[in-house]
C-alpha cells in the first residue's frame, strides 16, 4: 500500500511537469525553431519535455531531500548544454580522446559535470567514504543509463517508471524520490510516445539522476554496491544497452 506522504511528490512532479511543458510550448524562448529537433525517424519534435522534466523532478526531490534537488538539477543543466552544442561523438572514449588532445567536448562536460553533481549529493545523503561514493557512482551512473536507453520514443521514460515501481513499496524518502521520478516520468509518457516532444539529454539525465537518487536513499552499503557494479557494467556495454532499448516494443 503506498501512502499519501509518498503520492504527494508523485503528483507534484506530475503536475510541475506538465505545466512547465505547455508553457515551453506556448511560449517558446528564442522561438519554436531553437526547440524543435528530428527524431530518429525524422519527425520534428519539441525539446519542451527535458527542462519541465528537470524543474518537475527536481523540485519533487529538492523537497524530500535539498542534495537530491541539486543533483537532478545539475544533471538537467549538464544534460541541456549537450543539447545544445553537442556534437556527434558518442561514448566515454571518444570525448576522452578529444579531451587529450586538448578539446574540451560538451560530452566531457557532461561527464564530469554530472559525476561531480552525484558525489557531491552522495557526500551529503551517506554519512560513511564509501558509501558518499558509491552514491555518487549510482547517481551518476543511473543519469547515463537513462541517457542510453532515450533511443526510441517512451523508452526512457518507461524505463524509469519500471525501474522506479519497486520503491514505491518501501517507507522513507527513498520511496518520496521514486515516486518523484516517476510522476515527471508518467507526465511527458504521452507526449514522448506520440512523437510530439523528446525528452533530450536534459530530461533523460535529471530522471536517471531522480531515480539514482531514489536508489541511494532506499538503500545500504550492500544495496548501493550491487547497483553501482551493474550500473558500471551497463555504461562500459553502452551501445548494446542502446541497441538492446531499440528492439524493445513501443
Not at 515516486?179 to 510530439?196: I, K, Q, S
Not at 539522476?209 to 544495496?223: E, K, M, Q, T
Request: charged fraction near 15%; charge should be positive; proline fraction near 4%.
Amino acid at each position: 500500500m503506498i501512502d499519501k506522504r509518498t503520492c504527494r511528490p508523485l503528483l507534484l512532479a506530475a503536475a510541475l511537469t506538465r505545466a512547465g511543458q505547455a508553457v515551453l510550448r506556448a511560449a517558446p524562448p528564442g522561438g519554436r525553431a531553437r526547440w524543435e529537433r528530428s527524431n530518429h525517424a525524422g519527425r520534428a519534435v519539441g525539446l519542451y519535455a527535458g527542462p519541465a522534466v528537470t524543474v518537475g523532478a527536481g523540485i519533487a526531490a529538492a523537497r524530500v531531500h535539498p542534495a537530491a534537488g541539486a543533483a537532478v538539477l545539475a544533471a538537467g543543466a549538464c544534460g541541456a548544454y549537450d543539447d545544445v552544442a553537442g556534437d556527434h561523438r558518442r561514448g566515454f572514449r571518444a570525448h576522452l580522446r578529444a579531451l587529450r588532445h586538448g578539446e574540451i567536448t560538451s560530452g566531457a562536460v557532461k561527464l564530469f559535470g554530472i559525476s561531480a553533481a552525484g558525489l557531491a549529493a552522495g557526500a551529503v545523503l551517506k554519512e560513511r567514504p564509501a558509501d558518499k561514493l558509491l552514491a555518487g557512482i549510482v547517481i551518476a551512473g543511473s543519469a547515463h543509463l537513462v541517457n542510453l536507453l532515450d533511443v526510441r520514443p517512451g523508452r526512457a521514460a518507461g524505463a524509469v517508471l519500471a525501474l522506479g515501481a519497486p520503491g514505491l513499496v518501501r517507507e522513507g524518502p527513498g520511496a518520496r524520490l521514486a515516486a518523484g521520478a516517476m510522476g515527471a516520468a508518467a507526465a511527458v509518457l504521452p507526449d514522448d510516445v506520440g512523437e510530439r516532444v523528446m525528452l533530450g539529454d536534459t530530461g533523460a539525465h535529471a530522471l536517471g539522476a531522480a531515480l539514482g537518487a531514489a536508489v541511494v536513499a532506499g538503500n545500504r552499503r550492500a544495496g548501493l554496491l550491487a547497483h553501482a557494479v551493474a550500473l558500471v557494467a551497463a555504461a562500459c556495454c553502452g551501445d548494446r544497452v542502446s541497441a538492446l532499448a531499440r528492439t524493445l516494443p513501443g
